[in-house]
């Protein structure tokens, strides 16, 4: 699995090894990861999901087009993370919020 996206422990940030992953959907794939230290042990699972198109496929799924959104929504979700470069506060608004973005 060395082509699965790289990740840190969340606990010691020691690197971690994908180990396994599924494909859940054609928009979602679980990986489940092992931490590289052994003192540490851990061992999770994460999701890597398809999350918007940046340019449309010339072979389009149909069914795919449909629950992709579009690149336009680029502009809503890069202004989510202002609050948090500037803020420093400990009420920083969730990455699935919507509401957070204000
Ligand atoms: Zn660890």
Same mark, same amino acid.
């Given at each position: ?14 690197? !971690?090894?994908?180990?396994? /992953? $599924?494909? +859940? &959907? #054609? ?18 699972? !994460?999701?890597?999901?398809? /999350? $918007?198109? +940046? &340019? #449309? ?46």
């Amino acid at each position: 699995m060395s082509r699965a996206p790289a990740m840190k422990c969340p606990h010691c940030r020691a690197n !971690a090894w994908a180990r396994t /992953s $599924r494909e +859940l &959907s #054609p928009l979602l794939r679980e990986i489940y990861y092992q931490c590289s230290d052994v003192e540490c042990g851990h061992t999770w699972v !994460a999701t890597l999901e398809a /999350s $918007r198109t +940046l &340019s #449309p496929s010339a072979k389009a799924n149909p069914a795919i087009s449909k629950t992709l959104p579009s690149s336009q929504w680029i502009p809503t979700l890069s202004t989510a993370p202002k609050p948090v470069l500037k803020g420093g506060t400990d009420d920083q608004p969730s990455l699935f919020d919507e509401s957070a973005s204000r």
